[in-house]
């Protein structure tokens, strides 16, 4: 063993492999000559358990509560509440096919429910709230999924009950979920719930019930380092809209050949889905825009099309390169 490490006596995380480790080490950031970190590929991470989680801890079975829908992910969170409580769908954006977020005086939400319920970025359809509903319930809740835009600008922590993300898009790899809920919502979860999903379990034990991904912290704790070190969410949200504002021009300058069907004063700084005029070419610019090393372009398969995904640690650079390969792609192909 290297002298640098000591031995380690724990029972768990335990110690690893040394080999093992500097292997892991060398391939951090290529896994496999694939020009990826194993960290950034496709994930399967904890966002969705707290779709139970939160009418779990926030309700009785019988509680009314409010969702509005705005694209897959908030269906997904309503659908699941359906099991614990007595949710309404007091807006949908399905008819419209997920491209747009409601004036807010158009829908009505229940004054006895226990939240009212967004998503804050849809991830699949790209529609992203500017600013929030003003939740009209007697304790003044309301939740946001921030999985796909948390930590990518400013936010009021103070307006909401709770707000909650997967790590794995802005600030660190799938594994970790983090939860940001007022003090006086914790501790009234439904008998049933399982002991993993009750906040007030977690938040009495600092969030070290269980054993946590460590690995998956400590990332996050180095992303939040480097956010600050960039100037903070100000100055993020500066380069975010920097960077989808040149992608949305490339498509709304193109006669057409490249849409974006979301309205615009909702559409997302971080997922920016598109399709081209001739649907047959789009297989084709995925393919080429491999080539050029640009991957992870295809829409979500329930929607198709083409999916940028701009998050903070895209560099600008990232997002040239993309609109420069679109503006030949439209040249050879128009
Ligand atoms: N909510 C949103 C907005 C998402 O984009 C995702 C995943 O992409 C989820 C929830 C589910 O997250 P997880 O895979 O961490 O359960």
Redesign the pocket.
């Known amino acids: 063993q290297s002298q640098d490490r000591l031995f380690n006596f724990a029972a768990g995380p335990a110690t690893l492999p040394e080999n093992v480790l500097k292997k892991a080490e060398s391939e951090l950031y290529n896994w496999h000559g694939c020009g990826m970190s194993v960290m950034e590929m496709s994930?399967?991470?904890?966002?969705?358990?707290q779709f139970a989680a939160i009418p779990l801890n926030l309700c009785k079975p019988d509680d009314p509560v409010d969702y509005i829908v705005t694209g897959s992910?908030g269906d997904k969170a309503f659908k699941e509440a359906t099991k614990y409580c007595k949710p309404t769908v007091i807006w949908s954006g399905k008819s419209e096919k997920y491209t747009q977020i409601p004036s807010f005086d158009l829908f009505e939400q229940n004054l006895n429910a226990k939240y009212l319920h967004i998503?804050a970025?849809?991830?699949i359809h790209g529609v992203e709230f500017k600013t929030y509903p003003t939740p009209k319930n007697e304790n003044g809740i309301l939740i946001a999924?921030m999985?796909?835009n948390f930590c990518s600008k400013p936010v009021d922590v103070t307006k909401f009950g709770v707000i909650y993300a997967?790590a794995?898009k802005n600030v660190g790899p799938?594994g970790v979920?983090i939860v940001i809920i007022r003090k006086d919502l914790i501790g009234n979860a439904q008998e049933i719930t399982p002991v993993m999903l009750d906040y007030k379990i977690h938040a009495e034990n600092n969030s070290l019930y269980n054993t946590p991904p460590c690995y998956g912290i400590y990332m996050c704790g180095l992303v939040f380092d480097d956010l600050l070190a960039q100037g903070g969410l100000a100055a993020i949200e500066k380069k975010n809209i920097k960077k989808a504002q040149i992608l949305y021009d490339t498509i709304d300058q193109s006669n057409g050949f490249y849409r974006c069907t979301v309205e615009k004063s909702v559409r997302s700084l971080m997922n920016v889905p598109f399709t081209l005029e001739k649907s047959e070419l789009e297989a084709e610019f995925i393919k080429e825009a491999a080539k050029e090393k640009m991957v992870q372009l295809k829409g979500h398969r329930s929607v198709g099309g083409i999916r940028a995904s701009i998050y903070n640690a895209m560099p600008l650079a990232g997002v040239e390169k993309l609109v420069a390969f679109m503006n030949d792609f439209q040249a050879r192909h128009a």
């Open positions: 994930h399967r991470g904890g966002a969705t358990t992910w998503c970025n849809e991830t999924d999985s796909s997967g794995q799938s979920t």
